[in-house]
C-alpha cells in the first residue's frame, strides 16, 4: 500500500512549516550505509536487512565519503547498515577516521561480534575511540527476541558486558548507547522515562552501564510496514502517528543537518528515505560533492516522515522534541 494514498492522511509536506522544509546552512552528520548484509533479520527493519542482501559499499566511496566529511566540516561519522562489521571495509574505515580526528559511531547489533572473525572488533572500536549504538528494543529476554530472534538478548549482554570491560559506559571517550524500538504498532514511551528503567534493570540484572538511551519510532516501511499490512494495522498505525504529530519535532528532523550515503553512493536525506528508494533532489552522489558545492536544499518528503513527528519526535539520536 501507498502511504501517501491512507485517506484523512494530509501529504507530509503540506502539514510541516515551510522553513522546516529545507536542509540547515550546516550539515552535522554524515550517514554511510555501508552494507545491507545483515546476520540478523529483525521484524523492525525498514531497510530488510538480512544475510541476503548482496549492498556493500566499496572502499573507494569510503574514500569519497572521507573527503567531502573534512571538505564541508561535518562534525559526526555515523556508520550504519545492516551490519557493518559485515563489509570487510570496515577496520579501515575506522581507522582512518581516527586518524583524521573523526568523531565516528558504528551502529552495531552485537551480535556479530561473537563470530570468531569479528571478535576483535571489540578492541578495534576502543582503540579507535567509536562511539557504539546497538539496538536492545527491549530489557528483557522474551520482548527483545520477539524483535530480534531467539538468543540475541543474551548474546547482546554478552557483548554489553565485553564493552564495559573496555571502558564503554564508564570512559568518557568510549560512548555505549542503546536503542528502543517499540514491539508493536505504538509509539514509545517517554525516553527520559525508558533510560531511567534501562539503567536500573541492566545495572541490578546485569551489571551493564551505558550512556545514553534512545527511543526511536519504528518507520512503516520494509518488515515493519509488512508487519502493518499482515496485521491489518497499517492504516490504524498512521492515524495513530498523523493525529500524534508535534510542530516543534518538525524543526529537529534529522534530515535537516545530516546527509546519507547509500552503499552504491548515491545520496539521500535519511537513512528511512534509502529504503523509500528517495534519493535527494538531482540524484547527486557523494562522489560528485568532491566537485560541486553542498547547498541549502528542500528535502525529499513522503508520509513516512510523520514516524520522525509524532509525539516526542524520532531521529537516529532517539527523541527531537
Known sequence: MNLN????????????PEECQFTLPQLTTLQMNITYRCNLACKHCHLECGADRQEMMSQETMEDCLAV??????????????????????????????????????RSNLTVLKKTEYQSYPKLYADNKIEIITSLPFYTAKDNDRQRGEGVFNDCIELLQKLNELGYGKNDDLKLNLVYNPGGAFLPPPQETLAKEYHQ?????????????????????????????????LNGYMQRLYNAFNPAAAYNMMCRSQLSVGCDGLLYDCDFNQAAHLPIEGNLTIHDLLTQPIKIRQISFANHCYACTAGSGSSCGGATA
Open 5 to 16: 494514498d491512507i485517506q484523512g492522511i494530509k501529504p507530509f509536506k503540506d502539514t510541516i
Open 69 to 106: 566529511f573534512t571538505k564541508y566540516g561535518f562534525s559526526t561519522l555515523d556508520i550504519t547498515g545492516g551490519a557493518p562489521e559485515l563489509n570487510p571495509h570496515l577496520p579501515w574505515l575506522l581507522q582512518k577516521a581516527h586518524q583524521l580526528g573523526i568523531h565516528a559511531m558504528v
Open 201 to 233: 534493570r541492566l545495572k541490578e540484572q546485569y551489571g551493564i552501564v551505558f550512556n545514553d538511551l534512545y527511543a526511536i519510532t519504528n518507520n512503516p516501511l520494509g518488515r515493519f510496514a509488512a508487519f502493518l499490512e499482515r496485521s491489518n494495522n
